[in-house]
């Protein structure tokens, strides 16, 4: 029986070993100087942090093997992943002395690399299994209440992430709303501006090239350019226009970044109604006028239906793109968690940067596993329908 | 009675249909047959207003289509297509329901429709009532595309190309089935087709046009005897002409006295199947089920354009 060497698994080995080889924590007397950084097998306590160390790199080790299961690979490597998790709140808690508030232990380059090593193993693990719609989206909600467990469970209370969480544990949840507002909303604003804009180009080819040229050059536009552009714009509407102001208009804060959100999005918007609308097959358009329904009956009947697997991609480049995005909006006061990445910038607080950038990453990550998953079940299903 | 009067319709400069006049009779077919380009469809899309026509009207039974809403007007008419056009998101009995639920019939009604016309179709209700139609055979497309067409107990079915999409030996099952199916209803059938062949098997009056204009309608038999124009001549095919002249005229009409060896052949087969027998057995005359006989003499008569003409 020969050992096949599995090329995906020596990569992860790879990096997983240089994770091990590389500082899993920085210690650091405050919040802002820089740190000493330790290994996994100093971090921890004598014999657990060998042994988890051991542990680990032989899993590491084994995983370069071709002939696992893929099920069992699966449960290994989410098991690694809650244990390179644990070991990091254990180091947190063993590392900080008692009584002191000023010290800090934050996650470093091996911590990273040990994660991604065992993240990347899930997610090789899980691509080579087909599963149906609803285990998915069972591993997905699964994986969601791990993370809450793991996190209400406070193991990791002592981790500096955590700790500038507890500091501001309401602003946190005021930012979080604040992201999922500007997120979803801009992402509604779109629909409900570029899902009729897209219905009219399909409906008179002659103004496709000049919407789609426009939404084109909004694109392009980089945002903190679009930001300086609309500061001004915002800022004399609302200071000369009666009642803009007192409608929210502003130039800083939640509209301009809600605004700018919702440019960058009608272009996917408009451009995939576009394309959805005319990948339905010219027959069947043309058997449901020729049955007597009418224009919106045709629209919301048959070419809306057809077209859902087309928009619904486009809901899911528009969500995932603006839950990254509304980042830079901390950086006008319109709030979401961009509020303590450019803070902790502001500050070199690197576990304040991490504070914002972290849950961004999550929800964008949930977001677009979820509307993947929708896409699947409206557009997997009835594929080859039309000859 | 369908009439059409003066129907023209013109895009941009060119008239794709000029001043074209025809009228059917209530229960009969009429195949309208040209090239692509021919102006065939767009005179065709024009009966349900599709297209609206530039000038002329269209009588249904005496009333001027112009005067009802396109929407209505079409959920009066059944409309088939090439391609059977049916939703690829919707079961079979939510497509062939599509026009009863528009008028607002009833779910015990559409539904009793739905099953009444799938087993006109030789389709198991039971059986196919849910699927979808990529679940189909392309030939149970093409049926139940004309079943939703039908759903409404339309007096007049509109149909183009409605068996392009199919091989030959499906097709002419499906024409032989329309014209059972026509036949049973009493439907009025306007079919727009390329194949002359299908026109002059389906048709009872056959339109020929081209390049916009009506060059000649009639019925089957004097568009192949005596043909209008050489485009008409050309789209008939001077080899098959005797073939389908006898395709026309079943064996029942030209029953002559007599006696005659070997197998017999129904009343109801055209000469072209007698002459075919014929041919094939080595036989010079054929008995003819219930008594009489065919004789290839009268059948060669019968092929030759003048005998028709003398009638």
């Given at each position: ?16 070993l ?72 254990a ?12 010290a800090?232990v ?61 500091a ?6 005021r ?57 001004p ?25 809600l605004v ?16 959805g ?20 009956q ?38 979401g968690?961009?509020t ?48 | ?15 794709v ?12 077919i ?20 599709l ?9 249904i ?15 009066q ?22 026009v ?47 079943a ?81 124009t ?22 029942a ?26 041919l ?31 009638e």
């Amino acid at each position: 029986m020969a050992f096949r060497i599995s090329r995906t698994g020596l990569l992860f080995a790879l990096i997983g070993l240089a994770g091990l080889a590389l500082p899993f924590v920085q210690f650091k007397p405050n919040r802002i100087v820089p740190g000493e950084g330790l290994r996994l097998f100093d971090a921890l306590s004598l014999p657990l942090g060998w042994m988890i160390g051991l542990v680990l790199g032989a899993v590491l080790i084994a995983g370069c093997l071709e002939r696992w299961p893929a099920r069992l690979r699966l449960t290994v490597a989410l098991l690694s992943v809650i244990a390179v998790t644990l070991a990091l709140g254990a180091a947190a808690t063993q590392l900080t002395p008692p009584d002191n508030t000023l010290a800090r232990v934050s996650p470093s380059s091996g911590f990273w690399l040990l994660l991604l090593a065992f993240a990347l193993m899930l997610a090789d693990a899980q691509s080579r299994i087909t599963l149906g719609l609803p285990i998915r989206l069972a591993m997905l909600i699964g994986a969601m209440v791990l993370i809450a467990v793991i996190l209400g469970s406070g193991v990791l209370d002592g981790v500096s992430v955590m700790r500038e969480y507890a500091a501001r544990s309401d602003l946190f949840a005021r930012e979080a709303a604040g992201h999922l507002v500007l997120a979803f909303g801009s992402l509604g604003l779109a629909l409900l501006i570029g899902l009729p804009l897209g219905v009219a180009i399909y409906e008179s080819p002659a103004m496709r090239r000049p919407v789609l040229g426009i939404l084109n050059i909004l694109q392009t536009i980089p945002s903190l350019a679009l930001f300086g552009i609309m500061i001004p714009i915002f800022g004399w509407i609302a200071a000369n226009i009666p009642g803009a102001a007192q409608a929210g208009v502003a130039g800083i804060g939640l509209f301009p970044a809600l605004v700018a959100l919702f440019l960058y999005s009608l272009l996917p918007v408009v451009s995939n109604t576009l394309t959805g609308l005319i990948g339905v097959n010219p027959a069947t358009r043309e058997a449901a006028a020729g049955l007597g329904m009418t224009r919106p009956q045709i629209l919301v009947q048959v070419l809306i239906p057809l077209a859902l697997p087309v928009l619904l991609a486009a809901i899911r480049i528009v969500l995932v793109q603006n839950i990254g995005l509304a980042v830079i909006a901390g950086l006008i006061g319109g709030g979401g968690f961009g509020t303590f990445v450019f803070q902790g910038l502001n500050q070199t607080a690197m576990d304040l940067v991490l504070l914002g950038a972290l849950p961004t990453i999550a929800l964008a990550l949930v977001a677009g596993i979820a509307l993947d998953l929708l896409v699947e079940a409206t557009g997997g299903a009835p594929k080859g329908g039309q000859a | 009675m369908i009439e059409i009067q003066n129907l023209t319709r013109i895009y941009g400069t060119t008239a794709v249909v000029k001043d074209v006049s025809l009228t059917v009779e209530t229960g009969q077919i009429a195949a309208l047959v040209g090239t692509s380009g021919s102006g065939k469809t767009t005179l065709l899309r024009m009966i349900n207003r599709l297209v609206e026509p530039s000038a002329g009207r269209v009588l249904i039974d005496g009333k001027d289509t112009a005067e009802i809403e396109p929407h209505l007007l079409r959920r009066q008419i059944g409309y088939a297509i090439q391609g059977h056009g049916l939703f690829p998101h919707r079961t079979v009995a939510q497509n062939i329901s599509t026009v009863p639920r528009l008028l607002g019939w009833t779910q015990d009604q559409h539904r009793a429709r739905v099953d009444e016309l799938l087993e006109l179709f030789q389709m198991e209700p039971a059986d196919f009532r849910d699927r979808m139609p990529h679940e189909l055979s392309g030939g149970q497309q093409q049926r139940v595309g004309v079943a939703r067409a039908l759903a409404a107990r339309p007096d007049l079915l509109l149909m183009d190309e409605p068996f392009g999409a199919l091989d030959p030996v499906i097709r002419a099952k499906a024409q032989q089935d329309l014209r059972d199916i026509q036949r049973q209803l009493g439907t009025t059938l306007i079919i727009v087709t390329h194949d002359m062949e299908e026109a002059v098997t389906l048709g009872d009056r056959i339109a020929v046009m081209d390049k916009g204009e009506l060059l000649q309608y009639g019925p089957p038999s004097e568009i192949l005897t005596t043909p209008a124009t050489s485009f008409v001549s050309d789209l008939i095919g001077t080899g098959d002409r005797p073939f389908r002249l006898l395709s026309l005229t079943p064996v029942a009409e030209i029953i002559a006295e007599g006696q005659a060896e070997g197998a017999e052949i129904p009343r109801e087969a055209s000469l072209r199947d007698a002459l075919a027998e014929c041919l094939w057995s080595g036989r010079d005359r054929l008995p003819v089920e219930g008594g009489g006989i065919v004789t290839l003499d009268s059948l060669r008569a019968q092929a030759a354009p003048t005998a028709r003409a003398a009638e």
